[in-house]
């Protein structure tokens, strides 16, 4: 089956539009590459805006209380993310025009967060040594006409695309241990959003984030214990029993 045959409609926080542009372009490129080959590329990409979204916003954070923190690791480390050096942050990886300095790129970006993260299985390997050009240009222009700076919609993205495919044999088991961190990562990092609001009587703010974690993880106990608090702050008894 092509991958633009593929049903796209169940993915969950998905823009169809940008997952049928990806499929579309790995059909025009049948046979350059092979199917786990493709996979690598986009998953490691994603995880990379991933990663470098969650940079971002902590950085411009620390830019703005004028610390000058903004470089400190442990800064990074405090906020369940990873600090990226200049040549590893999207920006010096996306300039690489050549597809041998671009695979170059990616890999010393992806090597330098294993490294940075024991959590996160090693996956610079599985990159293909001949990534096609026509699929590499094809791709990055998708990618940069996303303007979404947000972590959590480079998660989906990630997340979505494991879960087309999860029927296949094809996608490195290795790309799908880390959906497992990430997961968990996300999750823990919304109910700490969702208590800080709560701490606030933000009831409203608070319960948008401790819902987006429970759609991770509907059994987590942490979470369900501060939508029961949240509801309870609200007079919601009904729902909160």
């Not at 610390?67 to 010096?92: H, M, Q, S, T």
């Not at 290795?174 to 823990?188: A, R």
């Not at 319960?207 to 509801?231: G, H, M, T």
Request: glycine fraction near 2%; aromatic fraction near 14%; charge should be negative.
């Amino acid at each position: 089956m092509e991958c633009s045959q593929l049903n796209v409609k169940n993915s969950d926080n998905m823009d169809n539009k940008i997952i049928s542009e990806i499929f579309e372009l790995i059909d025009e490129c049948h046979g350059a590459m092979w199917p786990n080959e493709y996979d690598s590329v986009i998953l490691s990409v994603f995880l990379l805006k991933y990663l470098n979204c969650k940079f971002e916003k902590i950085y411009n954070i620390l830019i703005k209380e004028e610390r000058g923190f903004e470089d400190d690791k442990e800064e990074y480390l405090n906020e369940n993310a990873v600090y990226l050096y200049p040549e590893y942050r999207w920006n010096a990886i996306i300039c690489q025009k050549n597809n041998k300095l671009f695979r170059f790129s990616l890999i010393n970006a992806l090597e330098f967060i294993e490294h940075e993260n024991p959590q996160f299985i090693k996956i610079s390997n599985e990159i293909p040594l001949n990534i096609n050009n026509h699929f590499l240009h094809g791709f990055l222009r998708i990618i940069n006409k996303i303007e979404n700076n947000d972590e959590c919609f480079w998660f989906d993205l990630y997340k979505s695309y494991i879960n087309i495919f999860k029927d296949s044999d094809h996608i490195p088991e290795s790309f799908i241990k880390i959906l497992d961190v990430l997961q968990t990562e996300i999750k823990d990092d919304l109910i700490s959003e969702a208590y800080s609001y709560y701490m606030q009587d933000d009831f409203i703010k608070a319960d948008f984030f401790i819902n987006k974690a429970l759609k991770i993880d509907p059994d987590d106990f942490n979470s369900l214990e501060l939508k029961f608090d949240i509801l309870d702050e609200q007079g919601l008894w009904d729902e909160a029993i």
